[in-house]
């Protein structure tokens, strides 16, 4: 089972934010976390990232790999 790290969309029409997830690789955007690591609001100025770092490396040291856009969440939340 290949895991990956990506967003989930929540929210109303055109309010959207974003959960930042573990998910089996195979499972559609909405389909069920293996845990959740934290949030991305692109709503608000400046956007709001909010990311369990400890959760994270869990992960990766697991083995599963994030998204492009998860990559540069992680980057930009490391700063």
Known sequence: MAVKLRLTRMGNKKRAFY?????NSE???EGRPLDYIG???PMVDPAEVKIDTEKV???LERGA???DT???LLK???Q
């Open 19 to 23: 959960r930042i997830i573990a998910i």
């Open 27 to 29: 499972a559609r955007r």
């Open 39 to 41: 949030y991305y609001n």
């Open 57 to 59: 490396q869990k992960w």
């Open 65 to 67: 790999e994030p998204t």
């Open 70 to 72: 998860v990559r540069a």
């Open 76 to 78: 930009k939340n490391a």
